[in-house]
């Protein structure tokens, strides 16, 4: 989980740092990173889709588990 967020956070990095720039500056290296970064985030958030849903399944779990201990 922690490597994801790593990754994600240097694909941010590195959409901000291309953006940022004056278009005219923009270059096909820059280009390049932000092709590389899309496909980083793009790569996170498919994998993040499980790790939500697990996420929902166990607070639903645990809220039923609750209720059970409340009666």
């Known amino acids: 989980m922690s490597i ?5 956070t240097l694909a941010l990095f ?8 004056p278009l005219e500056q923009l270059a096909n290296f820059d280009l ?5 970064a899309i496909i980083f ?6 994998f993040n889709i499980p790790l939500f849903f697990h ?7 645990y809220s039923l588990t609750q209720a ?3 009666k």
């Open 4 to 8: 994801l967020l790593l990754i994600n």
């Open 14 to 21: 590195l959409l901000l740092n291309v953006y940022t720039e």
């Open 32 to 36: 390049a990173l932000s092709i590389i």
């Open 41 to 46: 985030m793009v790569i996170v958030f498919i």
């Open 55 to 61: 996420l929902i399944k166990e607070l639903i779990l």
């Open 68 to 70: 059970k201990k409340d």
